[in-house]
């Protein structure tokens, strides 16, 4: 019912913490990383599908939108409030999520330069 913009916040999970949904409508995106911050707060994402966002998120994520195309995010947003799909747009990003644990990526890293922990 309404929307409250909040500025900079020093604490991005207790600012994410307040939210019902996590929308990014970015016209590029480098890589994304307040994405992994959103999944790991348990925010149903909406988001433009260019750059690095399918690349986190994946290409067959529910939450994805063409670029600029307000109508597409207004039904997905709608579409959330539908328990069965918020659930299954959760179920994609925790299991997209794993994808990105710290551990993982430090070997992935460490490995492209032939090193080993």
Same mark, same amino acid.
């Given at each position: 019912d309404f929307v409250i913009f909040r500025g900079r916040s020093s604490n991005i999970y207790e600012f994410l913490s307040e939210? #019902?949904?996590?929308?990014?409508?970015?016209?590029?995106?480098?890589?994304?990383? %307040?994405?992994?911050?959103?999944? #790991?707060?348990g925010l149903p994402i909406v988001?433009?599908?260019n750059s690095a966002i399918p690349? %986190?998120? *994946?290409? #067959?994520?529910? *939450?994805?939108?063409q670029t600029g195309d307000a109508n597409a995010f207004a039904v997905k947003l709608t579409a959330l409030l539908e328990s069965s799909?918020?659930?299954? %747009?959760l179920l994609q990003q925790r299991t997209r999520l794993e994808l990105f644990n710290s551990r993982d990526m430090t070997q992935k890293i460490l490995g492209l330069y032939s090193l080993t922990i």
């Open positions: 939210l #019902d949904a996590f929308i990014l409508t970015s016209k590029y995106e480098g890589f994304g990383m %307040v994405l992994l911050e959103a999944m #790991d707060s988001a433009s599908s690349e %986190v998120l *994946g290409l #067959d994520f529910l *939450g994805l939108c799909y918020r659930n299954r %747009v």
